[in-house]
Nanobody
Framework: QVQLVESGGGLVQAGGSLRLSCAAS????????MGWFRHSPGKEREFVAT????????GYAGSVKGRFTISRDNAENTVYLQMNSLKPEDTAVYSC?????????????????WGQGTQVTVSS
């Protein structure tokens, strides 16, 4: 079992930045791939970014590439999502997820554990 708790969301103006954190506990965190997803009303859950167990490989959705950066600190059992140049369309609940086994994936169904999410609101 892996328990995930997100933090760092909030209200920010367009063009601003936020850093989300996802603290993990339970199963060995350093051996699993992690991902960030987002969900806004009226839309399907959307892949944002993923990172390998070591942190050496990352992947991004086209809509956030160049603006968002995923990273992890295995010593602190934490995954981060640095979000820069935020746009109103980035407004959503952001959730982190962990895989029980396997490498990076962009499809939500591949993830076994999910956090409750943190709200990010970007005003224009």
């Amino acid at each position: 079992q892996v328990q995930l708790v997100e933090s760092g969301g909030g209200l920010v103006q367009a063009g601003g930045s936020l850093r989300l954190s996802c603290a993990a506990s339970g199963q060995t965190f350093s051996s699993v791939a992690m991902g960030w997803f987002r969900h806004s009303p009226g839309k399907e859950r959307e892949f944002v970014a993923t990172i390998s167990w070591s942190g050496s490989s990352t992947g991004y959705a086209g809509s956030v590439k160049g603006r968002f950066t995923i990273s992890r600190d295995n010593a602190e059992n934490t995954v981060y999502l640095q979000m820069n140049s935020l746009k109103p369309e980035d407004t959503a609940v952001y959730s982190c997820a962990a895989r029980n086994r396997g490498g990076m994936r962009s499809d939500a169904i591949a993830y076994d554990y999910w956090g409750q999410g943190t709200q990010v609101t970007v005003s224009s």
